[in-house]
């Protein structure tokens, strides 16, 4: 059906086209480039028009994440622009991430005025001259699979339809559009476009009958096959066709430098995450959806083992090297190809020695898993965290309903995803600054959904923190970000000590260019947007306070007002005596222990008390004092009046703060005991109290509180021990 679209520019006709589409964002970092954008982003808000939503993402890495994040999460294409040469100079990375990845994202920048005047939208800024450059395309264009300068509304249709077309089409990955000013500007007044698009919708690839067969006949003559697997969880599709092979073969799948959930790592004939060790035992090898099966410098197959790749392009063509032995190669969408396989083999397989084999491997499994477990325990408590053991923490803490964004430092081992689609890690191609970014753009695209992002140190800052944080809040995408904090780079220090083991770097221990020392307080940085961010350094909280953050503050503070249906609600029974509460764990506690002069005033309800008594455990737990609050009349006197309930509370008192409220007298005191008070200065309670009496004026007395508990357990930070 042909539809016509009144339009004021080329501009306004881009959006029409775009929502028509079913684009859903814009995720965009603008620049002068965009003006003729904005104003028809205005006309059509102001006339009440669809557009696709526009996402103000402050600096471009996280803005091509965000896309990335979006469609490896729907696996639907979405849309970024950035400005001109420099905007896209910054986002190169983000779409080698995602042409390596595999992820389909039409990428745009302005382009510059083409001409010095005559024009609307001619240059009328000094830039204009300078960020013009001959070829702009020519900056991505290894990397994307198709390119194009917008140049006449005439072919404006055409040009979205081919880009959003190419894009999905498998190997899916990004295309490039630029867009001149004085294009975008141009005065029209309609646009006629096809609606629905006149354009097939890439389909999925199936490889002939004939090598199927020739495939599963190997497989299925095997006496030892096994399964590499890396990518095949893209499409969550195929995670069920593999287990259907798997299973029809008896043989183990090695889920190796993984970056989706390919396979339950529950199921036992999850093989764990190296195949290197059974290569060489191998007689048919299975490489799905791998760039990478091994090393050839170290380890490889014998070489009469038989070796089959699956993938949408297993030649892997836009890698320059690639020299795997290869006896087939099945071109084909591993949905289709991987369960096309399982129905071959179920044919010709013998199933005696297949459940032979099975038995075989599920042993393998079972001692793996436990290995696992006992390589956390050993650590539970060595100081600073190990990886292993914040690694088990996060995992301990996922279920089918949490989506992990992975980029470096969670050790899948200490986890068990099992539901396609629950876990996304870093990119092939490694570009770091994806995770912050691809976990914001994974809420968006799965707000039921509660994402955890795991990050290294040297990742969080790739990842531009300050925007990503930013958008978090300005778009209410909740996500709690973990920072694996080893002070380094890690990844590169590893790289020494392989390349030169008995090296001068290793013996001198001196290794240049590695350290992230000193290491800034990174929690405040998600503060400076209003999100609750805290330090762990005590390995025995770690479990707590994954929970806590999850089941409380990912959905109290960060951002207001998000409730989190993955989470069940508290049940709160009715009939508890006043002050206590039914924890989100389950444990019936006191919130507060004084006698309440007039417990028929407290103005908290149940789940309100909840929260403080979260707050309270967790305040207490991390600075070792013993925090209380008192809400209540505190007398004429009111300092006298918090005074003798700190005294109340007898031999705990030198260790314990009190804080005081009386509401009705508008009057706040902390009392510090002795032992507190050399850890909580005057000045930091005076803080306190300011912050709490403002958000009290404002009628949060809740808020008002837990903020203040959050400032003097920053200040009082975690006690040093002397050993
Ligand atoms: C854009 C970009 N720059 C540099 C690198 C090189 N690099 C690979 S890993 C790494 C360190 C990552 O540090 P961190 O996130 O703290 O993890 P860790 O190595 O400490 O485990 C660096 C710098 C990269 N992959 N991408
Ligand atoms: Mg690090």
């Given at each position: 059906m042909l539809k016509r679209a009144a339009v004021e520019s080329t501009a306004e006709a881009y959006l029409e086209l775009l929502a028509a589409r079913g684009v859903e964002y814009l995720f965009a970092n603008?620049?002068?480039?965009?003006?003729?954008?904005?104003?028809?982003?205005?006309?059509?808000?102001?006339?009440?028009?669809?557009?696709?939503?526009?996402?103000?993402?402050?600096?471009?890495?996280?803005?091509?994440?965000?896309?990335?994040?979006?469609?490896?999460?729907?696996?639907r294409p979405q849309v970024v622009m950035v400005h001109v040469i420099v905007g896209a100079g910054n986002a190169v990375g983000g779409i080698i991430n995602a042409a390596r990845s595999n992820v389909p994202i039409l990428f745009s920048a302005g382009r510059n005025p083409i001409t010095e005047a005559g024009h609307a939208g001619s240059r009328d800024r000094p830039i204009h001259w300078a960020q013009e450059s001959f070829d702009q395309a020519a900056m991505v264009r290894e990397f994307v699979k198709w390119d194009y300068e917008l140049r006449s509304v005439s072919d404006l249709e055409t040009v979205v339809d081919r880009a959003l077309t190419l894009a999905q089409a498998e190997p899916q990955g990004p295309v490039y559009l630029t867009l001149p000013r004085e294009v975008l500007g141009a005065r029209q007044e309609a646009i006629e476009y096809a609606d629905p698009a006149r354009v097939a919708k890439p389909g999925p690839l199936v490889p002939s009958p004939e090598s199927i067969d020739e495939a599963a006949r190997i497989l299925a003559a095997a006496r030892n096959p096994l399964i590499i697997v890396k990518a095949a969880g893209r499409d969550p599709g195929a995670v069920a066709s593999l287990v259907a092979l798997a299973e029809m073969l008896g043989a183990p799948v090695f889920d190796q430098f993984h970056t989706y959930v390919n396979f339950p790592q529950d199921h036992p004939l999850h093989g764990g995450f190296d195949a290197a060790p059974h290569l060489d035992a191998a007689d048919a090898i299975l490489v799905v959806e791998s760039d990478v099966p091994w090393f050839p410098a170290f380890t490889r197959p014998r070489a009469e083992a038989r070796i089959i790749h699956v993938g949408v392009d297993p030649l892997f063509s836009r890698y320059p090297l690639r020299g795997f032995p290869t006896d087939l190669a099945l071109a084909g969408t591993p949905r289709l190809a991987l369960q096309a396989l399982a129905d071959a083999v179920a044919r010709s397989?013998?199933?005696?020695?297949?459940?032979?084999?099975?038995?075989?491997?599920?042993?393998?499994?079972?001692?793996?898993?436990?290995?696992?477990?006992?390589?956390?325990?050993?650590?539970?408590?060595?100081?600073?965290i190990d990886m292993a053991w914040l690694s088990r923490c996060v995992g301990d803490v996922v279920d089918d309903q949490t989506i992990v964004v992975n980029e470096y430092d969670l050790d899948a081992t200490q986890a068990c995803f099992t539901e396609p689609g629950t876990y996304f890690a870093a990119p092939p191609s490694g570009g770091l600054g994806w995770g912050l970014g691809a976990a914001l753009g994974a809420k968006l695209a799965a707000p039921d959904k509660t994402l955890i992002c795991?990050?290294?140190?040297?990742?969080?800052?790739?990842?531009?923190?300050?925007?990503?944080?930013?958008?978090?809040?300005?778009?209410?995408?909740?996500?709690?970000?973990?920072?694996?904090?080893?002070?380094?780079?890690?990844?590169?220090?590893?790289?020494?000590?392989?390349?030169?083991?008995?090296?001068?770097?290793?013996?001198?221990?001196?290794?240049?260019?590695?350290?992230?020392?000193?290491?800034?307080?990174?929690?405040?940085?998600?503060?400076?947007?209003?999100?609750?961010?805290?330090?762990?350094?005590?390995?025995?909280?770690?479990?707590?306070?994954?929970?806590?953050?999850?089941?409380?503050?990912?959905?109290?503070?960060?951002?207001?007002?998000?409730?989190?249906?993955?989470?069940?609600?508290?049940?709160?029974?009715?009939?508890?005596?006043?002050?206590?509460?039914?924890?989100?764990?389950?444990?019936?506690?006191?919130?507060?222990?004084?006698?309440?002069?007039?417990?028929?005033?407290?103005?908290?309800?149940?789940?309100?008390?909840?929260?403080?008594?979260?707050?309270?455990?967790?305040?207490?737990?991390?600075?070792?004092?013993?925090?209380?609050?008192?809400?209540?009349?505190?007398?004429?006197?009111?300092?006298?009046?918090?005074?003798?309930?700190?005294?109340?509370?007898?031999?705990?008192?030198?260790?314990?703060?009190?804080?005081?409220?009386?509401?009705?007298?508008?009057?706040?005191?902390?009392?510090?005991?002795?032992?507190?008070?050399?850890?909580?200065?005057d000045r930091g309670c005076k803080l306190a109290v300011m912050s709490m009496v403002a958000s009290f004026k404002e009628g949060d007395l809740v808020g008002g509180l837990l903020s203040g508990l959050r400032m003097l357990s920053d200040q009082a930070g975690v006690p040093h021990h002397s050993h």
């Open positions: 603008a620049g002068t480039d965009f003006a003729p954008l904005i104003e028809a982003y205005a006309k059509r808000g102001a006339q009440g028009q669809a557009s696709p939503r526009p996402i103000t993402v402050p600096h471009e890495v996280p803005a091509v994440a965000m896309a990335h994040g979006y469609a490896m999460v729907t696996g397989a013998d199933a005696a020695a297949v459940a032979v084999r099975r038995k075989r491997w599920e042993g393998q499994h079972a001692g793996q898993r436990e290995a696992a477990a006992a390589r956390a325990r050993a650590v539970q408590s060595d100081t600073p795991c990050v290294g140190d040297g990742a969080y800052i790739f990842g531009a923190p300050t925007a990503a944080h930013f958008v978090s809040r300005a778009y209410n995408l909740p996500v709690l970000f973990v920072v694996f904090n080893n002070r380094t780079w890690n990844a590169v220090k590893r790289a020494v000590q392989t390349f030169a083991k008995d090296g001068w770097a290793v013996k001198t221990d001196s290794m240049p260019l590695t350290a992230l020392e000193p290491a800034p307080d990174y929690e405040m940085v998600c503060r400076a947007s209003g999100g609750h961010g805290e330090r762990v350094e005590d390995p025995a909280l770690l479990p707590d306070a994954h929970e806590y953050h999850l089941k409380r503050f990912l959905h109290e503070f960060f951002p207001r007002g998000v409730e989190f249906p993955a989470h069940p609600a508290v049940a709160v029974p009715e009939d508890l005596p006043l002050g206590s509460v039914v924890t989100a764990s389950g444990r019936v506690s006191a919130a507060v222990e004084f006698d309440v002069a007039e417990p028929s005033t407290l103005p908290f309800s149940a789940v309100q008390l909840t929260r403080l008594d979260e707050a309270l455990t967790l305040v207490s737990r991390h600075t070792e004092l013993r925090f209380s609050v008192y809400l209540g009349d505190l007398g004429e006197d009111s300092h006298a009046g918090a005074q003798r309930l700190h005294g109340q509370l007898g031999a705990a008192a030198a260790d314990s703060v009190l804080v005081a409220v009386d509401p009705q007298r508008r009057n706040v005191d902390i009392v510090t005991g002795p032992e507190a008070r050399l850890r909580l200065a």
